[in-house]
């Protein structure tokens, strides 16, 4: 299964950057190489410690002799030593290519999840996000995704080191085999007990993956909800919640960094038993010294790379918890992918239509059974009820943020899974019930909407919406900081600023869900006058609990318990005896 998932990765990876692939390769190759010629210097250098005079010079000192000679470079200690100098300095430089491109491999890996990542989430129905915390989405950017980086820095360093070492160990096998067959031999089986700590390692990576996306988890929760946190004084039960998920976590995390620390400090040691076992071996068999030599630098070459291979191997056995948490969001994400569909929403010519709609959200009761609606241009639609009636929900229909389970919904008589559902979307200016800002100006949430707006346009839609004279008594006006959310403004603040956001974008159709709740009464009347006078060439579409505000409304849908049950102008309404919406309009009246 792991391995399948490395393969894959890789497989992945080498089609999307071979110019990665093909520079470790190369450096991988150079740095083999030189590590070999280096080696060779050994020969010499040791032969000429043991006689300057280099009469009885080993078969791998002459020939090297007669390389020199051929390039007529004088023999010597100090040529042997140069060319023993120069060629590790120009190995260490490849050495830190291949770092460069390993981490760039990692980065590379990282920045395919994230864009994977972000086009999965943001192509997945609205629904995909009430069933996941928003600390485990973080989570997954922060930590999980970036395991899995790691873990493609680790295969890649894993492949550059089998090449470097099957390069370093070349010469000393055809040396000394015996040598380093003892070596590697005992190498072999001292590393076996490593081995057996995998099943620990995928257990340690999968616990590391879920506390870690609890810790976040609260953290988020935490400073989402601060206000409250602190309005109910419940600051310390949440300093202890929080620290105990993060203890469970550094638990946990220092488990899996002691393991890795562990294996790498032991296995050096046993690289290097192995390195004198071997050693042993040669001399009891009588080899040659400057043979022993090159083979013992190549040894304590190759020794830390046979131990990063292991650390190497750590980290790729717990990467597969936090893959397998990215692969069931991603899956997830997928499940409720939205469907685009083909045909470009370009203009808003005749009505939407709810045809015999049921609708449940998962795992709740149905909500609709059976409702018809009628939405036609030009006209003023409101929608009344009580609380939970599913007044949002025909919002989150219309805009296909949700998507009923039977039934049918035309925009202009087309079915609306037909519509690309953002080029209808871009034809609508939406204010929710809890009208989100971005940490940013106003400026900047404004033109959020529509980025090529002029400075009239800005000053207009924030008359509309009433918010002109507020804006100018800021100290920097349209370029006052917003906080995050808009928490430097008041609620009546946002909400005039997210209607200017609507009405900025001149939409055929605006959607207003409770868009004036939180405004005083003047400054609703006056929002209400504009919106008025934009009814006239805007389809407008408004949830309302103050009955007074859709006097004006040409059709009203009263809802209750996701039932219609009843429909008519405000008059019509009104006139009923005993109507719902009367009574309604009687109760607000008299409070
Ligand atoms: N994401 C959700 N998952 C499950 N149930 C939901 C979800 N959103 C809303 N509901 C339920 O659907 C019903 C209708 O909710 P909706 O928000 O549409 O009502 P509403 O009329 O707009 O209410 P309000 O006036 O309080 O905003 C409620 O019973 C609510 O609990």
């Given at each position: 299964?792991?391995?399948?998932?490395?393969?894959?990765?890789?497989?992945?990876?080498?089609?999307?950057?071979?110019?990665?692939?093909?520079?470790?390769?190369?450096?991988?190759?150079?740095?083999?190489?030189?590590?070999?010629?280096?080696?060779?210097?050994?020969?010499?250098?040791?032969?000429?410690?043991?006689?300057?005079?280099?009469?009885?010079?080993?078969?791998?000192?002459?020939?090297?002799?007669?390389?020199?000679?051929?390039?007529?470079?004088?023999?010597?200690?100090?040529?042997?030593?140069?060319?023993?100098?120069?060629?590790?300095?120009?190995?260490?430089?490849?050495?830190?290519?291949?770092?460069?491109?390993?981490?760039?491999?990692?980065?590379?890996?990282?920045?395919?999840?994230?864009?994977?990542?972000?086009?999965?989430?943001?192509?997945?129905?609205?629904?995909?996000?009430?069933?996941?915390?928003?600390?485990?989405?973080?989570?997954?950017?922060?930590?999980?995704?970036?395991?899995?980086?790691?873990?493609?820095?680790?295969?890649?360093?894993?492949?550059?080191?089998?090449?470097?070492?099957?390069?370093?160990?070349?010469?000393?096998?055809?040396?000394?085999?015996?040598?380093?067959?003892?070596?590697?031999?005992?190498?072999?089986?001292?590393?076996?007990?490593?081995?057996?700590?995998?099943?620990?390692?995928?257990?340690?990576?999968?616990?590391?993956?879920?506390?870690?996306?609890?810790?976040?988890?609260?953290?988020?929760?935490?400073?989402?909800?601060?206000?409250?946190?602190?309005?109910?004084?419940?600051?310390?039960?949440?300093?202890?919640?929080?620290?105990?998920?993060?203890?469970?976590?550094?638990?946990?995390?220092?488990?899996?960094?002691?393991?890795?620390?562990?294996?790498?400090?032991?296995?050096?040691?046993?690289?290097?038993?192995?390195?004198?076992?071997?050693?042993?071996?040669?001399?009891?068999?009588?080899?040659?010294?400057?043979?022993?030599?090159?083979?013992?630098?190549?040894?304590?070459?190759?020794?830390?790379?046979?131990?990063?291979?292991?650390?190497?191997?750590?980290?790729?056995?717990?990467?597969?918890?936090?893959?397998?948490?990215?692969?069931?969001?991603?899956?997830?994400?997928?499940?409720?992918?939205?469907?685009?569909?083909?045909?470009?929403?370009?203009?808003?010519?005749?009505?939407?239509?709810?045809?015999?709609?049921?609708?449940?959200?998962?795992?709740?009761?149905?909500?609709?059974?059976?409702?018809?609606?009628?939405?036609?241009?030009?006209?003023?639609?409101?929608?009344?009820?009580?609380?939970?009636?599913?007044?949002?929900?025909?919002?989150?229909?219309?805009?296909?943020?949700?998507?009923?389970?039977?039934?049918?919904?035309?925009?202009?008589?087309?079915?609306?899974?037909?519509?690309?559902?953002?080029?209808?979307?871009?034809?609508?200016?939406?204010?929710?019930?809890?009208?989100?800002?971005?940490?940013?100006?106003?400026?900047?949430?404004?033109?959020?909407?529509?980025?090529?707006?002029?400075?009239?346009?800005?000053?207009?839609?924030c008359q509309i919406a009433n918010a002109d004279q507020f804006i100018k008594k800021l100290p920097e006006?349209?370029?006052?900081?917003?906080?995050?959310?808009?928490?430097?403004?008041?609620?009546?603040?946002?909400?005039?600023?997210?209607?200017?956001?609507?009405?900025?974008?001149?939409?055929?159709?605006?959607?207003?869900?409770?868009?004036?709740?939180?405004?005083?009464?003047?400054?609703?009347?006056?929002?209400?006058?504009?919106v008025d006078s934009i009814a006239k060439e805007t389809t407008i579409i408004v949830i309302a609990h103050?009955?007074?505000?859709?006097?004006?409304?040409?059709?009203?849908?009263?809802?209750?318990?996701g039932e219609l049950l009843e429909e008519g102008s405000f008059s019509e309404l009104m006139q009923k005896?005993?109507?719902?919406?009367?009574?309604?309009?009687?109760?607000?009246?008299?409070?």
């Amino acid at each position: 299964m792991k391995n399948r998932i490395l393969i894959s990765l890789l497989y992945n990876f080498i089609t999307k950057h071979p110019f990665l692939f093909c520079g470790l390769i190369f450096s991988v190759v150079m740095s083999g190489a030189l590590s070999m010629i280096v080696a060779v210097c050994v020969a010499p250098l040791a032969d000429y410690l043991l006689d300057p005079s280099l009469t009885n010079a080993n078969n791998i000192t002459k020939k090297f002799i007669l390389v020199l000679n051929l390039f007529r470079i004088p023999i010597g200690v100090l040529s042997f030593s140069a060319i023993f100098a120069i060629g590790n300095m120009l190995n260490s430089l490849f050495v830190i290519l291949i770092f460069y491109i390993n981490r760039s491999i990692g980065y590379a890996v990282l920045r395919d999840l994230n864009v994977e990542g972000f086009r999965n989430f943001l192509g997945a129905r609205w629904g995909f996000f009430g069933s996941l915390s928003q600390g485990k989405i973080l989570n997954t950017f922060q930590h999980e995704i970036i395991k899995v980086g790691d873990a493609m820095t680790s295969l890649a360093n894993q492949f550059a080191i089998s090449f470097q070492l099957l390069l370093i160990m070349a010469l000393p096998v055809f040396l000394m085999p015996l040598m380093v067959g003892t070596s590697i031999l005992t190498l072999g089986i001292l590393t076996v007990p490593f081995l057996l700590l995998q099943p620990l390692n995928n257990k340690l990576g999968a616990l590391n993956t879920s506390t870690s996306g609890r810790v976040m988890e609260l953290l988020h929760e935490t400073f989402q909800g601060i206000k409250i946190v602190q309005g109910y004084g419940r600051q310390e039960s949440s300093i202890t919640r929080y620290l105990s998920a993060y203890d469970d976590h550094v638990k946990i995390t220092l488990k899996t960094q002691v393991l890795s620390t562990g294996v790498s400090n032991l296995h050096y040691t046993i690289g290097i038993l192995a390195a004198l076992a071997g050693m042993g071996v040669a001399i009891a068999n009588g080899g040659a010294l400057s043979e022993i030599a090159i083979t013992l630098w190549s040894l304590q070459r190759a020794i830390p790379l046979a131990n990063s291979m292991l650390v190497n191997k750590v980290n790729l056995d717990n990467f597969t918890g936090s893959y397998e948490q990215l692969q069931a969001i991603y899956k997830k994400a997928n499940d409720y992918k939205e469907v685009i569909g083909e045909k470009v929403f370009e203009k808003f010519e005749i009505e939407i239509k709810f045809e015999s709609i049921h609708f449940s959200y998962p795992g709740r009761p149905e909500l609709f059974k059976n409702l018809n609606i009628l939405i036609p241009k030009g006209e003023m639609v409101a929608f009344v009820g009580e609380s939970g009636s599913g007044k949002s929900t025909i919002v989150d229909l219309i805009l296909g943020l949700q998507v009923p389970t039977k039934g049918k919904i035309t925009v202009d008589g087309i079915n609306f899974e037909d519509w690309n559902k953002n080029s209808f979307r871009e034809k609508i200016g939406y204010v929710p019930q809890d009208p989100i800002l971005f940490h940013s100006s106003i400026r900047d949430n404004l033109l959020w909407s529509r980025e090529n707006s002029t400075e009239d346009e800005l000053w207009k839609a924030c008359q509309i919406a009433n918010a002109d004279q507020f804006i100018k008594k800021l100290p920097e006006g349209l370029d006052t900081i917003v906080g995050d959310r808009g928490v430097l403004l008041s609620g009546g603040q946002r909400q005039r600023i997210a209607l200017a956001r609507a009405i900025l974008r001149k939409p055929p159709i605006l959607i207003l869900d409770e868009a004036t709740s939180s405004l005083d009464t003047e400054s609703e009347q006056l929002i209400q006058e504009s919106v008025d006078s934009i009814a006239k060439e805007t389809t407008i579409i408004v949830i309302a609990h103050r009955l007074s505000t859709i006097v004006k409304a040409d059709r009203i849908y009263v809802m209750k318990m996701g039932e219609l049950l009843e429909e008519g102008s405000f008059s019509e309404l009104m006139q009923k005896s005993k109507g719902y919406f009367a009574s309604m309009f009687e109760i607000q009246r008299g409070a």
